[in-house]
């Protein structure tokens, strides 16, 4: 029996397993192999542009791991794409001005002219009418996050689909199963499906991260350093992993328009991963019953949540306190 088993092995699961190993504990993680949303997410660490519908403490929470991340990615010890050059959003339309001021005005960064936008990047469509430069927002490659993960605790990783947790045999478990979480904790944890590209081309095209409203549709475009461009992401409230027609044409669309250089790149990947949402949105984060706690439900932000809910989990299950930090995410508040 070991002290902690953690059951999944995304990269929630992996994050709480390192603090806990490197805290001491004897730590199993039971990986069943199911979709995680890791393997398609983009990266995004934005606590500004992705707290337009959020709560207060959920800001708080993102703001404060969006700190620990330059740590976690160092801590890592290889390459896991962490790039600081920023963010900028941008809208197209009125409208999409309209849409996005509230958010630019809750960061409090200065409105940018077209042609400012176009000097930090030139391969902007001169369709862009306004937008903000976000110096704070920036992107990590999940892939290699976890990928980095899986070799630093691949002694404590188990190939084991878990169907019920009185099967799981150690003193603590903590669920981090995703949308996996649901069946095997009863907590309200719903699939949203999204749709995600990945083009190829040589490097250099665009230096940030770019998260637009574009005719009315939300797209952001992500470059990393070896010339793959991920685009994201439709938001759907359904379970299939189809990629459909209308969803890659969106995407598309408002990619090109946004940056019409992206014809020329390569269309290499196509894919589905389901984020992990819950009634509020806000991640299940605590004690469950005395033997399970949760970590689960981190909806869009999954990469960005992380690092700090492998400090507050680990902190959790080795101490027995809940850090103050905690109080709002319980798993029992629905
Ligand atoms: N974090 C971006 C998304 O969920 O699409």
Redesign the pocket.
């Known amino acids: 029996m070991s002290d902690v088993a953690i059951v999944g092995g995304g990269i929630i699961g992996l994050s709480v397993a390192l603090r806990l190993v490197q805290r001491g504990a004897d730590v199993t993680v039971l990986d069943g192999g199911d979709e995680g ?1 890791w393997q398609v ?2 990266g ?1 660490l ?1 606590p500004g542009g ?1 707290s337009e519908h959020e709560d207060p403490a959920l800001i708080r929470l993102m703001e404060r791991s969006a700190e620990l991340w330059p740590g976690f990615a160092a801590e890592l010890g290889v390459e896991v794409g962490y790039d600081d050059t920023g963010t900028l959003s941008l809208a197209t339309t009125a409208d999409d001005v309209a849409e996005r001021r509230r958010v630019w005005a809750r960061q409090q960064l200065p409105l940018l002219r077209p042609s400012e936008l176009r000097a930090l990047e030139p391969a902007l469509s001169p369709r862009v009418r306004a937008g903000v430069f976000a110096p704070r927002e920036r992107q990590v490659d999940p892939r290699r996050v976890v990928g980095a993960l899986r070799e630093r605790l691949s002694d404590r990783i188990v190939p084991k689909r878990v169907e019920s947790l009185s099967d799981v045999d150690a003193r603590t478990v903590v669920v981090a199963a995703g949308c996996g979480t649901a069946a095997l904790t009863g907590l309200p944890v719903r699939p949203v499906k ?1 749709q ?1 590209l990945r083009l190829r081309g040589e490097p250099g095209l665009l230096r940030h991260v770019l998260d637009a409203a574009v005719d009315g549709r939300e797209v ?1 475009v992500v470059p990393r350093a070896d010339g793959e461009v991920v685009v ?2 439709t ?1 759907e409230e359904r379970t299939d992993r189809l990629v459909t027609a209308g969803g890659v044409a969106d995407l598309l669309r408002a990619a090109i328009d946004l940056v019409p250089g992206l014809a020329e790149l390569e269309l290499a990947e196509t894919t589905v991963g389901h ?1 992990p949402g819950t009634p509020d949105n806000a991640p299940l984060l605590g004690r469950l019953d005395d033997r399970v706690v949760v970590a689960a439900g981190h ?3 999954g ?1 960005l949540l992380a690092p700090v809910t492998a400090d507050l989990v680990a902190g959790l299950v080795l101490t027995g306190e809940a850090d103050p930090a905690l109080a709002d995410f319980s798993p029992r508040r629905f």
């Open positions: 949303a997410a983009a995004m934005a992705e999204g995600v952001y994201g992401a938001q984020r909806f869009r932000n990469i």
